[in-house]
């Protein structure tokens, strides 16, 4: 907990403003990224699923981004690695995303070599109808490694962070679509951070899973807050308190608000994020 | 209250209009099932009747001694190969060394033949005139046939002169032997040619002497080899005359009751007497066995198998020694190959006749066939042929063998193209792209598989064999080719063919790969090639499968591409050239059933063999459709 | 500085070169394919409309789809120049000029003369095969998407059906031949039955109902291709039915309507662009094929049209219509591509024909593709 996150004195001020004039309340030297102004679009800027968000996002930490279906903030997720990039006709309009103080959409960026740093996790667990080790293991393939020990050495590793290891280590080379639903995400967040990302996205990472791995997870992604950024997208406002260190609330494309979890739940200052995080909508 | 849900509408023994519609439905639903079943049973019941007619035509075989004298026929044809590849080792060889020599002697024949023909009045006047000097006794006479003889000879040499001036290097020199020197010299010593004498000018005697004599041995191997078989030849020609004839009596004494009946008949409704007399004359001269006495007529057969042993020693005896005297440095490297060839085919061919010799001794006319004889000898019988003089073959080999070796250079070559072109459609190209590159491969599938032989005849064809003619290729094996209809052309055909099979469910198979194993892949930071090459087709793979099986399943069933253009050759392709096999012409399952079937009465052996070959082809193509299908059941994506 | 920056070049490199790869192997499928449709476009054009041959002449040579295909005969007039023209204009020309120096004549058969005979043929082939495997295949379709239980006897027929279409043609032909050629319980219309084969004869409006199998026919071979295009039409209608919302028919059905009701106006009405679609796929495949008519059809030469040579009144004029060998596009290809050998004279009937069929065939499989490709994007319920 070494945010210097100052906490916005003026709650009028607060209250009467979206996000895009929220004052930032991270430090630039301290954020991992940057969103500055950013709207996007994904039929080549005829309508804006995301409307001049800006926010700074902290290295180190775990951000919830929460809001009602259809917000954006998958959306906003998907533009931290250009996975929209998939979408032939998505565009961001205005403003800048940097991430280590790099635009991203510049065009000198590789958006494959942005991925290698930005890993993900989706949605519902997603492992390659490969073994376990092969699945672990591809990401370190792709980009050129052959080195059966070093392999070796990363598959375990990734899987140990994933507190995966003591479950399948017998198993290696058997299918990994025959391990359990929450077995299968903890693969595939292994299968991310066996490349070593500095950032982690995840998109609603437990969706797909029942209560017991759902607890499972979150006890991960405590445990990979301290070697990576993360960035989480839920649904569920307990996970969010439970699991983030900042939250942010999005509301039709717009930031509403971005503050300390404690204080989005707690005392949130727009009425918005209170009728949301109360559970009155959404 | 309940009546006011009753069922409604009049009923016809039970069945109401809605049963009758469902029933219609359902008839027809019903119809593929039937034309399935109709299908096996028409193609099963022909089948089953041809093998126990095949195995009575195999009996008929062994009784009249035919068996025997085919292993005669088989040792023939074996040996005859070992000599035409000596025979064509020769001439190559002739032709690499001594191709100036050769081509000399043959263009001194050509011209010297031009010359005869056109001259043809000239020179009888020439030899008329010369004869009139000698028998002149007189003086005066002489030198008065003499005055005429000089005018002649004046004639025929300003003829000469012109004739020589005009010959055409290439039509004389039709394979350009010789060079404009060679030619030249040979002009000019052909100015000294006379007609009557008909000598041949020193330049052409010396190249032939240097021909000859630089060729002496290995035309002396050569003819060693070519009279080895000279006795295997007769014995041949003598036992297939006997047991031929044992078999058209045999044949004829089969449907004698029938022909005396028809003949009875006939002599009773004839219209006038004489007729009538010779009519029944006839039928009285047949008489009806109940059994025909084969082991009477096999006695004809009696000392061959003593001349059989006989001429294989000689042949053995010859052939040894004139192998071993083939020469072993060889000017020409085609040459060089074909004796090599050939020293490996002689002891295979000694063997093979031992082997031969002691299986014809061991043969015995009343040794019963069995089913499986008549089984096995279709299955894997390796020659087809009918309408044959001596012996119908009833084999499936060759044709399988044909239609196999062309499906499977078809897949070989469309396999990379419509994966590759299923790859780059679904993941690569823009929208644009496929909108052209779909309806067009599309459009092939359309292409009428007889527009497509055509264009193999008239094009591709010849387009093959011109390239197969370029020098620098002729390292390919099987190039040049020997025909412009073969395996391969046929086989690139069906490649085509088989893209749009292929393509469209290979294209199916990876569109059907989840989005979410392209993003996980793309979210580690794999290009979009990398993605595609390691995730999205080991994916489909199971899909790509079966697109092949089904692919396999196209070519091997198709059948006037085939017919067109593989060159309906029926016999097995000589393994023996490697790679070059697909350069020959073979025929197919589906080509002799295309060919053969307009020609058959049915209920014959021939037209229930077709069906046999077409209750193979039927199998074949289950078993592809079964297995494509348990394939994707089993290991596709549940999608 | 940019901690993104493309590093692996070697990767790059190679996901380009695999890329090129790929889109060559596609391009080269296209370019083959062009190639043939422009060089026998090329070769056949001038047949029918030699005013493209390099000679020149007329616009459109309308002889070569108005007449019956006949022998050719060519010879060297007393210019040497080479002629060849059709065997009976050949016999008027004589006849005309008794004195015309002909030398080297040569009658080449079947080249001579147009391809009306194979053209209408082929149509009639079509209309029969079609007529057939549309009732009997969309029938199937609604049976199996509309009533069928999914239990054993549909899975039974559906298995049946996908087997059937991997089946080869040539086994169609043959099935073709031992059942709609020969099996005898197929009746006929005739005033003189085949004493031979005529396994009963009943008499019957002045003639005789005759059981003696349909023999080589227009009918035989129509029903060979309907059987053969069955599981492609099933397989479309299908497809097209199980593409109209379930809305529809429980909207009907909930109206009150029967079963039959409800498929004939809530479900037939919206199938119909797909029922069509699959029989222009359907003639594109019957249109095309040889092997199935070779011997349960297809004759090489005939003097006449098909109607003109049916005699008889009412049904025996049908009866014997459909009895009847025909000429047909693909089969009178073969004839001319396999049996005649190619020289200057036979090359011009070769390539019109084969340009005709392609041209043909291709309109047809064009039309298919484009009405798919319209009617999916355009019904989306």
């Known amino acids: ?282 | 209250m309940a009546t006011h849900f009753k069922r409604k509408g009049k009923r016809v023994l039970g069945v109401g209009r809605q049963d009758a519609i469902r029933f219609f439905f359902g008839g027809n639903a019903m119809i593929s099932t039937f034309v399935l079943g109709a299908i096996c049973i028409f193609l099963a019941r022909e089948a089953a009747m041809f093998f126990p007619q095949h195995q009575r035509e195999l009996e008929v075989f062994r009784l009249t001694g035919q068996e025997y004298t085919n292993f005669v026929i088989e040792e023939m044809d074996e040996y005859t190969e070992v000599k035409s590849l000596t025979n064509q080792a020769f001439y190559q060889e002739m032709n690499e060394a001594y191709g100036i020599q050769r081509g000399l002697v043959d263009s001194f024949g050509a011209l010297s033949g031009n010359l005869f023909d056109d001259g043809e009045d000239l020179i009888e006047e020439l030899e008329d005139a010369r004869d009139a000097v000698d028998d002149a006794d007189e003086e005066e006479a002489k030198t008065l046939a003499q005055t005429e003889l000089d005018g002649i000879q004046a004639k025929w040499d300003n003829f000469l002169q012109a004739e020589l001036g005009k010959a055409d290097r290439t039509a004389v020199d039709s394979f350009g032997r010789l060079g404009k020197k060679e030619w030249q010299e040979l002009l000019d010593a052909m100015t000294a040619w006379d007609p009557v004498e008909d000598q041949p000018p020193a330049l052409v005697e010396a190249a032939k002497s240097e021909m000859n004599k630089g060729m002496a041995a290995f035309d002396a191997a050569r003819m060693l080899i070519g009279s080895a078989g000279s006795e295997l030849s007769k014995l041949r020609g003598e036992l297939i005359k006997v047991t031929t004839a044992i078999k058209d009596e045999a044949v004829a004494d089969k449907s004698s009751a029938a022909r005396k009946k028809a003949l009875l008949e006939g002599s009773v409704n004839a219209a006038t007497k004489e007729d009538r007399a010779r009519l029944k004359e006839q039928a009285e001269k047949i008489t009806i066995r109940k059994n025909f006495p084969y082991a009477e007529r096999i006695t004809a057969l009696e000392g061959s198998r003593e001349k059989h042993k006989a001429a294989i020693a000689a042949l053995e005896a010859d052939l040894k020694p004139g192998i071993a005297a083939l020469p072993t440095d060889l000017a020409s490297a085609q040459a060089q190959d074909l004796v090599s060839r050939i020293r490996e085919k002689g002891p295979e061919l000694i063997a093979y006749l031992d082997q031969s010799l002691q299986e014809s001794a061991d043969w015995r006319y009343d040794q019963p066939v069995s089913w499986i004889t008549s089984v096995t000898s279709f299955f894997f019988g390796k020659d087809w042929v009918t309408n044959s003089s001596f012996h119908d073959f009833y084999g499936l080999l060759p044709l399988f063998t044909g239609s196999l070796l062309i499906s499977i250079i078809a897949l070989i070559v469309a396999i990379p193209f419509s994966l590759g072109a299923a790859i780059y459609v679904n993941r690569l190209a823009g929208p644009k792209q496929q909108n052209i590159i779909k309806p067009i491969i599309e459009l092939i599938g359309a292409i009428p598989s007889v527009v497509l032989g055509f264009f193999g005849i008239i094009v591709l064809g010849e387009a093959l064999r011109e390239i197969s003619q370029v020098p620098w290729l002729s390292w390919v094996p099987g190039f040049p080719m020997q025909e412009r209809l073969n395996i391969l052309n046929a086989g690139l055909l069906l490649a085509l063919m088989a893209v749009p099979t292929i393509f469209t469910l290979c294209e199916d198979a990876i569109n059907n790969v989840p989005s979410s194993f392209t993003e996980a892949s793309l979210a580690l930071g794999g290009s979009k090639l990398q993605t595609v090459m390691r995730v999205v087709v080991p994916t489909a793979v199971s899909g790509i499968l079966a697109a092949i099986l089904l692919g396999f399943g196209r070519v091997i069933g198709e059948t006037m591409v085939v017919l067109l253009v593989a060159g309906n050759q029926i016999a097995i392709p000589d393994f023996g050239l490697g790679v070059g096999v697909i350069t020959q012409p073979a025929h197919t399952m589906t080509g002799i059933i295309a060919q053969e079937m307009g020609e058959v009465t049915s209920g014959t052996i021939h037209y229930r063999a077709l069906f046999s070959v077409g209750l193979v082809l039927f199998t074949i193509s289950l078993l592809i459709n079964i297995s494509a299908r348990r394939i994707i059941k089993r290991f596709g994506l549940a999608a | 500085m940019n901690p993104f920056k493309s590093s692996s070049n070697a990767q790059k490199t190679k996901d380009r070169i695999v890329a090129c790869v790929l889109a060559a192997l596609t391009y080269v499928i296209l370019a083959c394919t062009l190639f043939i449709f422009f060089d026998i476009a090329k070769k056949g054009l001038p047949v029918l409309m030699p005013v493209f041959s390099e000679k020149g002449g007329e616009i459109f040579n309308s002889d070569f789809l108005t007449r019956m295909p006949e022998t050719l005969v060519d010879y060297t007039d007393e210019n040497g120049d080479k002629q060849s023209m059709a065997s009976t204009d050949f016999i008027e020309f004589t006849k005309a000029n008794p004195d015309a120096v002909i030398e080297n004549k040569k009658t080449n058969a079947y080249s001579g003369g147009g391809i009306a005979g194979p053209l209408v043929g082929t149509a009639l082939l079509v209309i029969v095969c079609m007529v057939v495997a549309l009732i009997v295949g969309v029938a199937a379709a609604v049976y199996l998407n509309e009533y069928a239980k999914q239990g054993r006897f549909v899975g039974m027929i559906r298995l049946a059906i996908m087997n059937l279409a991997g089946v080869p043609s040539i086994v169609f032909g043959l099935f073709g031949f031992a059942f709609f050629c020969l099996f005898p319980l197929l009746p006929v219309f005739t005033d003189a039955p085949n004493i031979e084969k005529s396994l009963w004869a009943i008499p019957l409006f002045g003639g005789f109902l005759s059981f003696e199998g349909w023999g080589n026919s227009l009918i035989a071979g129509g029903l060979t291709l309907a059987v053969m295009v069955l599981p492609v039409i099933i397989a479309a209608c299908e497809e097209s039915l199980k593409a109209i919302p379930k809305g529809f028919r429980e909207a009907s059905l909930a109206l009150g309507a029967t079963k039959w009701q409800c498929i004939r106006t809530a479900v037939l009405p919206y199938a119909t662009p797909g029922i069509l679609t699959a029989s222009v796929l359907g003639v594109t495949r019957v249109a095309g094929e040889t092997a199935p008519i070779m011997f349960t059809a297809a004759v090489a030469l005939k003097g006449k049209l098909p109607w003109e040579e049916a005699s008889g009144n009412g049904i025996f004029w049908l009866s014997d219509l459909l009895t009847d060998s025909v000429q047909a596009m693909p089969y009178h290809i073969y004839t001319v591509a396999a049996r005649i050998p190619r020289t200057d004279a036979t090359s011009a009937m070769q390539d019109g024909s084969v340009f005709v069929f392609l041209l043909m065939v291709m309109s047809f499989a064009s039309v298919s593709i484009y009405l798919r490709i319209h009617f999916r994007k355009k019904l989306k319920w």
């Open chain 1, 1 to 282: 907990m070494v945010t210097t996150s100052s906490q916005p004195t003026d709650a009028a001020e607060i209250a009467s403003a979206s996000a895009a004039n929220n004052p930032n309340p991270i430090a630039k030297e301290d954020s991992m990224i940057e969103v500055d102004d950013v709207s996007f679009s994904y039929d080549m800027g005829k309508t804006n699923v995301l409307k001049n968000i800006s926010f700074n996002i902290p290295a180190g930490k775990v951000t919830a981004l929460i809001g009602p279906s259809g917000c954006g903030k998958s959306t906003l997720l998907r533009c931290l690695n250009r996975m929209n990039d998939l979408v032939d006709t998505s565009k961001v309009t205005t403003g800048q995303i940097r991430i280590m103080g790099q635009d991203i959409n510049a065009s000198d960026v590789d958006p494959i070599e942005l991925r290698k740093q930005v890993g993900m996790v989706f949605q519902k667990y997603n492992p390659f109808p490969k073994s376990i080790y092969d699945n672990v293991a591809y990401g370190l393939r792709i980009q050129g490694i052959k080195n059966k020990s070093k392999l070796n050495e990363a598959v375990e590793k990734s899987l140990q962070r994933a507190a995966l290891w003591s479950e399948v280590k017998d198993r290696l080379n058997s299918s990994a679509l025959g391990l359990s639903g929450g077995q299968q995400q903890r693969l595939c967040i292994a299968r991310t951070i066996a490349v070593n990302p500095r950032i982690v996205l995840m998109d609603e990472p437990c969706s797909a899973l029942d209560p017991i791995a759902t607890a499972r997870i979150e006890e991960l992604i405590a445990e990979l807050q301290e070697e990576f950024t993360i960035v989480i997208v839920t649904h569920n406002m307990q996970q969010a308190t439970r699991v983030s260190d900042r939250t942010a609330f999005f509301y039709l494309g717009e930031l509403i608000e971005y503050n300390d979890t404690a204080t989005i739940f707690a005392n949130p200052s727009v009425r918005h994020t209170e009728d949301y995080v109360s559970g009155r909508f959404g």
